[in-house]
């Protein structure tokens, strides 16, 4: 493929951008090329500025359940923006959003709307810390909850790719608040709590790990971390940024069966504009300004267009169920032509999938954990990477990321990329 103009557009990026990318995931350093500039998405597919076709396996890291330029997301947008676009005062839509997820998520009796995954995390953790009058928290290593100080130890995603899973710039007295678990292990949850008993606020969590790869959870973990968060008086975050309306409707704790005390949601609530949410038990709820002496704020919060867009698309989600079914197939679809795949080539490697979610690992060990998926040979994704993406697929440049699969994703969308997965796993032996 002819990537010429991405390839200028890149040198241009670099003067004025870090790294030429306003988010690292997106720089193709990883697999040591330069990113594919992108023009336009419809449906399944994008479209790069030198006019190639790719099928998009990354949907904006999940937050186009419903593909690219979908007419669901746009419906009365002309209207809403002829009516303005921001007034930093409460709005009808406002109201519409919140009732519609706290109906969607029994757990959340409130919800407050912000405007990124990282903002929605940094203000939960603060809200359990304000309710539980405790410093310490505990998050587990391999899971990424966006880029608050906090948050930036051992984490996921691209500090995982870029080695930099503890950031710099985060002080020893930030990181020390920070204790660190291993996910599926629940001994090392209560290890923790034994060598800090009283002083644990939150424990912090991706219900299905989606930024180490997929890693699935441990029903048995999930339940131990439900259990013994009760009997010390933590709160427990479901972080699901990724999880929240893509797994199921009602997300990862309906699929669970587990009752977090708060919830983070985001990406899929703002129908690919900037929506963060957090929300929770009405009395830990209770402690956010003005109602409470927790402060947290927002110019853009519950922003009128950002809102209608998300509206639109939870509405249709929540009236068409029939679109969970359709990512389930497809992803099973997905699964079991790369798993024949990896038969057919004898290359070592997992193919990954919980619910509608999935990740293909280049390792011969099981997946089950963040020690697993770091034997993973990440030379190997890039050759697989590159292969896929000149057959018009258009994967995560890294090895520790979800594959995102869409509403908008055909039978024979995902029959083309088993076939490019073949022939792509082939060159590898
Ligand atoms: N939590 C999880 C589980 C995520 O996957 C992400 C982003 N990938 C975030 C939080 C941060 O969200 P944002 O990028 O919108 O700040």
Redesign the pocket.
Known sequence: MNREKSEKLFIEAEKYIPGGVNSPVRAFKSVDMPPVFVDRGKGAKIYDVDGNEYTDYICS??PLILGHASPVYYEGIQEALEKGTTFGAPTAIEVEIAKLITEAYPSMEMVRMVS??????MSALRVARGFTSRDKIIKFEG?????SDGLLVKSG?GTLTFGVPTSSGVTPGTAKDTLVATYNDIESVKALFAENPGEIAAVIV?PVA??MGVVPPDLDFMKGLRKITESEGTVLIF?E??TGFRLAYGGAQEVLGIKPDMT?L??IIGGGMPV?AFGGRREIMEMVAPLGGVYQAGTLSGNPIAMKMGLNTLTYLRDHPEVYEGLEEKAKRLEAGFKANIEKTGVKAQMVRFKGMTCLFFTDQPIDSYAAVMTSDTKAYTQYFKAMLEAGNFLPPAQYEAIFISDAHTLQDIEKTIEDNYQALKKLK
């Open positions: 890291w999940g990124s995954g990282t903002e929605a995390t899971c990424y909850h966006g880029h995603s991706e989606g930024n972080d940024v990724i983070t985001g990406k963060g």
